[in-house]
């Protein structure tokens, strides 16, 4: 049997989150987060109906921060056999982001860490050079963090639905900032989900592939 593994990324970063992973993974691009794209919806529903056509009943889907989002709404849609988020959540953490796009907030989230310094806070310090050239910035990404911002409305009782549907697992760097430790938990809480964890930050799947694969290769057995 083929077991297929699609991976979502998240802003500010691109497929090549997944790109170190010594795994056969399919990455896609998403538009307007990693390309440049005056995309005229930024609705998680669009980027839902973006990513549809790559699932089936043999996929496992992981998702990564936004990414991880997106992908418990996908499995929603089509039955996937497995979903792994890693960095991401899925109840009211949602609410206060929406909070951090309005005026003067913005400035202070967006143009003070949006872009470069979320990226470095994603992995250790010795790593922030490369980590930045690892992912070029995508022109206006602070202004693309705060539109994906505004739009933070993911179905009320995602979690619950999406664990109703497909097993969850969940992947995480035990040293992540941005989704620290207490987020895994309640995610984990709400799908029922155990949770593996691994070396590194925020970007735990870049900056510890080797690691990370085998945290997922557990899940999935080989």
Excluded: K, Q
């Excluded at 470095?120 to 050239?133: E, H, K, N, Q, Y």
């Excluded at 690691?211 to 080989?222: C, K, M, P, Q, T």
Aim: charged letters at 20%.
């Amino acid at each position: 049997m083929t077991i297929r593994i699609v991976a979502l990324h998240g802003v500010p970063t691109s497929p090549a989150l997944w790109g170190r992973l010594p795994l056969a993974i399919e990455a896609p691009a998403l538009l307007g987060l990693a390309t440049p794209n005056d995309r005229p919806d930024w609705s998680l529903d669009s980027f839902v109906a973006e990513v549809l056509p790559l699932l089936d009943a043999d996929t496992v889907l992981i998702g990564h921060d936004l990414g991880g989002v997106i992908a418990a709404m996908a499995a929603l849609r089509v039955r996937v056999r497995r979903l792994v988020l890693t960095g991401t959540a899925l109840g009211a953490y949602w609410a206060p982001v929406r909070l951090t796009a309005r005026a003067p907030l913005h400035l202070y989230f967006y143009d003070r860490y949006g872009g470069r310094r979320f990226l470095t806070g994603g992995v250790a310090p010795a790593r922030a050079d490369d980590v930045l050239a690892a992912f070029p910035p995508v022109p206006d990404v602070s202004a693309r963090m705060r539109a994906m911002a505004r739009e933070m409305r993911p179905p009320p009782g995602l979690a619950r639905a999406a664990a109703a549907r497909v097993p969850v697992s969940l992947v995480w760097g035990r040293d992540d900032r941005w989704y620290p430790p207490w987020v895994a938990r309640a995610v984990a809480r709400g799908t029922g989900a155990t949770i593996t964890w691994v070396p590194g930050g925020h970007l735990c799947m870049w900056e510890a592939p080797e690691a990370y694969a085998r945290g997922l290769e557990g899940i999935l057995g080989r």
